[in-house]
């Protein structure tokens, strides 16, 4: 739930409020997990019909764009990641790994002391900081969301 609380406050902070936008970014972790898009879609579902079908669209996009890269496969550039044509998924992307990257810092970074856990460490990050090149997210942008998602935390 932290996630998606914080997600949902980096995207009204930085985009303001978009329906359809906000009820995607909130309902992607049923999109992104393989059985909780089953459940959703089996023949005996009716959960499809208080989701509004722009969202289900964002939501699927947004399923395709990131099941193509998972954290523990290293991105060769971050000009080889392909976000796709909507704007409202590059939008939910910003919000996702901007607050990703945020809690991979707080409890994982370099906390352990075992190289292959440096390691891990380091290709994390490295992962994280792709993303948001790619998606214009520069570091002193980060680091003032991160430091109002703190602040509105309090």
């Known amino acids: 739930m932290n996630h998606i609380q914080e997600g949902a406050f980096i995207l009204q902070l930085i985009y303001g409020n978009n329906e359809d936008l906000m009820e995607a970014f909130c309902l992607h972790p049923i999109f992104q997990n393989d059985k909780s898009l089953?459940?959703?879609?089996?023949?005996?579902?009716?959960?499809?019909?208080?989701?509004?079908?722009?969202?289900?669209?964002?939501g699927m996009e947004y399923r395709r764009v990131t099941s193509s890269y998972k954290i523990k496969n290293k991105i060769k550039?971050?000009?080889?990641?392909?976000?796709?044509?909507?704007?409202?998924?590059?939008?939910?992307l910003v919000a996702d790994k901007i607050q990703n990257k945020k809690d991979?810092?707080?409890?994982?970074?370099?906390?352990?002391?075992?190289?292959?856990?440096?390691?891990?460490?380091?290709?994390?990050?490295?992962?994280?900081?792709?993303?948001?090149?790619?998606?214009?997210?520069?570091?002193?942008?980060?680091?003032?969301?991160?430091?109002?998602?703190?602040q509105n935390n309090q």
Not at 77 to 92: N, R, W
Request: hydrophobic letters at 35%.
């Open 104 to 150: 991979f810092m707080k409890y994982m970074y370099l906390k352990h002391d075992r190289p292959s856990y440096q390691k891990a460490s380091e290709h994390g990050l490295q992962y994280f900081d792709s993303w948001l090149n790619r998606l214009s997210v520069s570091q002193e942008m980060y680091t003032e969301i991160v430091e109002q998602v703190e």
């Open 38 to 58: 089953s459940q959703l879609l089996s023949d005996d579902s009716d959960e499809l019909s208080f989701i509004s079908p722009r969202a289900i669209i964002l």
């Open 77 to 92: 550039s971050f000009d080889s990641i392909e976000i796709g044509p909507l704007d409202k998924v590059h939008k939910m």
